[in-house]
């Protein structure tokens, strides 16, 4: 393990004023401001690199609320890291399901591969490794993550190809989604700031179409009713799609 | 009136281009429900999703429109609606593709639920693990302001209602309702005491509405097609259509689509079949805290009722299916490190019993013990069942009672084996590849 810089914006210890204004803007989006303290923490996370002092400072600040109330928060939630995580999170899910399926073979092997153990950083700082909890994609295990987009379908052989080439700097996609930003970045997009990526990657994963395929295949449809639905051949439902914009009024 | 075996509404259009989109959405009259439901009197709305019979898709079945009809209108306090997106439960995976695929169809669900409460804010609150449906959904609220479907009176019918994308931080708890709650206003997340419930006292101890996601994603069709429509499907009490999620040994894991009521044997041969070469040995009907099942229930109907007489429950539909290479022991450790894991530690039962369990479980995996041990395993169980302060304590039990209620055999064959007695590289997809190497 070894110590990532923490962070180019905080010289001296305080958050710059960009990002100050940014955790009173998470804050006033919400009817009561402390609302926004989950959010908040992730865009300190994004800006620090971690949950800082000075970061549980300024959201107990512009909240009005003490450190120890927002610390008490940061460390309730296992997405907030006391200690500097490298540019790539990479999680393998090891609940049963998953590391039953292969995911604990890839994190022995990912361990052994990164020479690190879990929760830690590789020595040039590039790659977090930790086990992760079920990540709601059961139908794609063993699942991995990187900065918390899917990596599906893993095998040892293309975990350790993965966090090669991400420590090589190439550029890595999602298996469901758009290429992998680092940590940070994707720390400020869960504090609601958008980085114009929700167009890339497809609507679904193979796995999520199965059922309709088999639906397909078979003219399998909900019923119809006499007020035109969604229901049919996609031809039906072209014809359909004119009225039923107008019945609905 | 005979259903189809699978009946594609809520993933009917995931395979349209670009689905994500609002003019995808809207090309297959998506917000077409919305205009028809702000024509009509809140309170229509209310009764029509009651007389559908669409019960909580979250896990516990509670009946949507009675759970709106609770939101006591004479309260001077603002209504809140509240979308529980905190998808955690081990085994369930239907809510974050429907997100991703098709986010315009739980925000139109959003806001016609909304308008039958009369709140005039609501919430998503999205588990943050999963950061390209948080995109999606922050873009789709985006479309939808833009498009006058969300905002200040709405189409011209006097309605305001604004929705926040909110995404939480990692922790399963925060998926009960009343500890999402609490996280919602940037506390730690931990149940509260009810009653009073969120229908009286919940968001800012105010009126509030807490649904899952699917649940308010089906709304849209309710209000679009009618009632009857909806109830047409599903058994005598158990109506409508669910999102089925196949994982594990199966030849096609993924999403199914079907009347509640299907079987997990009709689901399996959809599905290809167990994977070539296994067979079945157990399996969870609604995730890790439903009591596991095995091959004597293949043919169980799976709605709320027959799931519950065969001793589990529906829960989330999350069939998680284990062959005979899988020790069950070693499975059913593995879910209880999680909940020792995930336990809040608001209430002692579960706080200091999950950690109990686990040093048991853990011990019999290895061979150390005696048979004295599953009673004790029991016993402890029995300490949390029903103590816990919510349902996550009674949950952990789940796996443990059901497990040595069908396998108390395989506990007992780790003690005369002094250790586990399966390989675990032969469970794994890439056991036949030879890819372990």
Same mark, same amino acid.
Request: net charge negative; hydrophobic share 35%.
């Given at each position: 393990? *070894?110590?990532?810089?923490?962070?180019?914006?905080?010289?001296?210890?305080?958050?710059?004023?960009?990002? /100050?204004?940014?955790?009173?803007?998470?804050?006033?989006? /919400?009817?009561?401001?402390?609302?926004?303290?989950?959010?908040?923490?992730?865009?300190?996370?994004?800006?620090?690199?971690?949950?800082?002092?000075? !970061?549980?400072?300024?959201?107990?600040?512009?909240?009005?609320?003490?450190?120890?109330?927002?610390?008490?928060?940061?460390?309730?939630? *296992?997405?907030?890291?006391?200690?500097?995580?490298?540019? /790539?999170?990479?999680?393998?899910?090891?609940?049963?399901?998953?590391?039953?399926?292969?995911? $604990?073979?890839?994190?022995?092997?990912?361990?052994?591969?990164?020479?690190? !153990?879990?929760?830690?950083? *590789? $020595?040039?700082?590039?790659? *977090?490794?930790?086990?992760?909890?079920?990540?709601?994609?059961? $139908? /794609?295990?063993?699942?991995?993550?990187?900065?918390?987009?899917?990596?599906?379908?893993?095998?040892?052989?293309?975990?350790?190809?993965?966090? $090669?080439?991400?420590?090589?700097?190439?550029?890595?996609?999602?298996?469901?989604?758009?290429?992998?930003?680092?940590?940070?970045?994707?720390?400020?997009?869960?504090?609601?700031?958008?980085?114009?990526?929700?167009?890339?990657?497809?609507?679904?994963?193979p796995a999520s179409l199965v059922g309709l395929g088999v639906a397909r295949e078979n003219g399998w449809t909900a019923p119809g009713n006499d007020a035109g639905g969604r229901t049919g051949s996609a031809a039906e439902r072209k014809a359909e799609s004119e009225p039923k914009q107008e019945e609905g009024q | 009136m005979s259903t189809d075996t699978l009946t594609p509404v809520l993933t009917d259009n995931w395979d349209q281009d670009r689905s994500w989109t609002l003019a995808a959405y809207e090309e297959r009259g998506g917000y077409g429900a919305l205009k028809k439901a702000l024509a009509m009197r809140p309170d229509d709305v209310i009764t029509a999703v009651k007389d559908s019979g669409l019960r909580g898709r979250g896990g516990a079945g509670f009946p949507t429109g009675m759970k709106w009809s609770f939101i006591p209108q004479d309260n001077p306090n603002p209504k809140y609606l509240v979308v529980n997106a905190d998808e955690s439960e081990p085994g369930t995976c239907k809510d974050v593709p429907l997100m991703m695929a098709s986010p315009h169809t739980l925000i139109e669900g959003v806001i016609i639920s909304s308008y039958a409460i009369r709140a005039n804010q609501a919430f998503i609150y999205v588990r943050g693990e999963v950061l390209h449906v948080v995109r999606r959904l922050q873009r789709a609220v985006q479309e939808a302001y833009r498009a006058g479907h969300l905002g200040k009176d709405i189409h011209g019918y006097g309605y305001d209602l604004d929705l926040v994308i909110h995404a939480g931080a990692g922790a399963y708890i925060c998926g009960e309702e009343t500890a999402l709650l609490d996280s919602l206003e940037g506390r730690r997340g931990q149940p509260r005491l009810r009653p009073p419930f969120p229908a009286v006292a919940g968001l800012y101890a105010s009126p509030t509405v807490v649904n899952n996601v699917e649940s308010i994603a089906s709304v849209p069709s309710i209000i679009g097609r009618g009632a009857d429509w909806f109830s047409a499907m599903g058994t005598e009490k158990s109506k409508g259509f669910g999102i089925f999620s196949l994982s594990g040994h199966v030849a096609n894991p993924g999403q199914y689509e079907a009347p509640l009521g299907i079987t997990l044997r009709t689901l399996i041969d959809l599905a290809g079949g167990i994977r070539n070469g296994h067979e079945l040995k157990f399996w969870t009907p609604g995730g890790s805290s439903t009591p596991i099942l095995t091959t004597e229930h293949l043919d169980v109907p799976l709605d709320f009722e027959a799931v519950g007489e065969a001793g589990s429950m529906l829960g989330t539909r999350a069939l998680q299916l284990f062959d005979e290479t899988t020790c069950v022991v070693r499975a059913v450790l593995r879910w209880t490190e999680f909940y020792k894991h995930e336990s809040c530690g608001k209430c002692t039962p579960c706080r200091e019993g999950t950690w109990w369990l686990v040093q048991t479980l853990a011990n019999l995996e290895k061979g150390i013990g005696s048979e004295g041990d599953l009673d004790l395993l029991l016993d402890? =169980?029995?300490?949390?069942?029903?103590?816990?302060? =919510?349902?996550?304590?009674?949950?952990?039990?789940s796996p443990i009672s059901s497990s040595i209620q069908y396998f108390r055999d395989e506990y007992l064959a780790h003690l005369t084996e002094g250790g586990c007695p399966f390989d675990p590289v032969a469970s794994t997809v890439f056991a036949a590849e030879g890819a372990t190497s």
């Amino acid at each position: 393990m *070894t110590q990532v810089s923490t962070s180019s914006t905080s010289e001296g210890g305080g958050l710059s004023d960009a990002t /100050y204004g940014e955790l009173r803007e998470i804050a006033a989006r /919400y009817p009561q401001a402390r609302s926004g303290l989950l959010p908040m923490l992730h865009l300190v996370q994004a800006s620090e690199g971690r949950i800082t002092p000075e !970061g549980i400072e300024a959201c107990a600040d512009i909240l009005g609320i003490t450190a120890a109330e927002v610390s008490g928060v940061a460390t309730f939630y *296992t997405m907030y890291k006391r200690r500097p995580v490298g540019d /790539y999170h990479v999680g393998v899910c090891t609940n049963t399901l998953c590391a039953v399926m292969g995911g $604990d073979v890839i994190f022995e092997r990912l361990k052994e591969h990164l020479d690190v !153990g879990n929760d830690e950083t *590789t $020595d040039d700082g590039a790659i *977090t490794l930790e086990h992760v909890e079920c990540n709601a994609a059961c $139908d /794609y295990a063993p699942v991995m993550m990187v900065n918390w987009e899917f990596m599906d379908n893993m095998t040892p052989q293309s975990a350790t190809e993965l966090v $090669d080439d991400l420590r090589a700097g190439t550029e890595v996609h999602s298996t469901r989604g758009p290429r992998i930003v680092t940590w940070r970045e994707a720390e400020r997009v869960l504090a609601g700031f958008s980085d114009d990526l929700a167009d890339e990657g497809p609507s679904a994963g193979p796995a999520s179409l199965v059922g309709l395929g088999v639906a397909r295949e078979n003219g399998w449809t909900a019923p119809g009713n006499d007020a035109g639905g969604r229901t049919g051949s996609a031809a039906e439902r072209k014809a359909e799609s004119e009225p039923k914009q107008e019945e609905g009024q | 009136m005979s259903t189809d075996t699978l009946t594609p509404v809520l993933t009917d259009n995931w395979d349209q281009d670009r689905s994500w989109t609002l003019a995808a959405y809207e090309e297959r009259g998506g917000y077409g429900a919305l205009k028809k439901a702000l024509a009509m009197r809140p309170d229509d709305v209310i009764t029509a999703v009651k007389d559908s019979g669409l019960r909580g898709r979250g896990g516990a079945g509670f009946p949507t429109g009675m759970k709106w009809s609770f939101i006591p209108q004479d309260n001077p306090n603002p209504k809140y609606l509240v979308v529980n997106a905190d998808e955690s439960e081990p085994g369930t995976c239907k809510d974050v593709p429907l997100m991703m695929a098709s986010p315009h169809t739980l925000i139109e669900g959003v806001i016609i639920s909304s308008y039958a409460i009369r709140a005039n804010q609501a919430f998503i609150y999205v588990r943050g693990e999963v950061l390209h449906v948080v995109r999606r959904l922050q873009r789709a609220v985006q479309e939808a302001y833009r498009a006058g479907h969300l905002g200040k009176d709405i189409h011209g019918y006097g309605y305001d209602l604004d929705l926040v994308i909110h995404a939480g931080a990692g922790a399963y708890i925060c998926g009960e309702e009343t500890a999402l709650l609490d996280s919602l206003e940037g506390r730690r997340g931990q149940p509260r005491l009810r009653p009073p419930f969120p229908a009286v006292a919940g968001l800012y101890a105010s009126p509030t509405v807490v649904n899952n996601v699917e649940s308010i994603a089906s709304v849209p069709s309710i209000i679009g097609r009618g009632a009857d429509w909806f109830s047409a499907m599903g058994t005598e009490k158990s109506k409508g259509f669910g999102i089925f999620s196949l994982s594990g040994h199966v030849a096609n894991p993924g999403q199914y689509e079907a009347p509640l009521g299907i079987t997990l044997r009709t689901l399996i041969d959809l599905a290809g079949g167990i994977r070539n070469g296994h067979e079945l040995k157990f399996w969870t009907p609604g995730g890790s805290s439903t009591p596991i099942l095995t091959t004597e229930h293949l043919d169980v109907p799976l709605d709320f009722e027959a799931v519950g007489e065969a001793g589990s429950m529906l829960g989330t539909r999350a069939l998680q299916l284990f062959d005979e290479t899988t020790c069950v022991v070693r499975a059913v450790l593995r879910w209880t490190e999680f909940y020792k894991h995930e336990s809040c530690g608001k209430c002692t039962p579960c706080r200091e019993g999950t950690w109990w369990l686990v040093q048991t479980l853990a011990n019999l995996e290895k061979g150390i013990g005696s048979e004295g041990d599953l009673d004790l395993l029991l016993d402890q =169980c029995d300490n949390i069942l029903g103590r816990a302060f =919510c349902a996550l304590g009674d949950g952990a039990t789940s796996p443990i009672s059901s497990s040595i209620q069908y396998f108390r055999d395989e506990y007992l064959a780790h003690l005369t084996e002094g250790g586990c007695p399966f390989d675990p590289v032969a469970s794994t997809v890439f056991a036949a590849e030879g890819a372990t190497s």
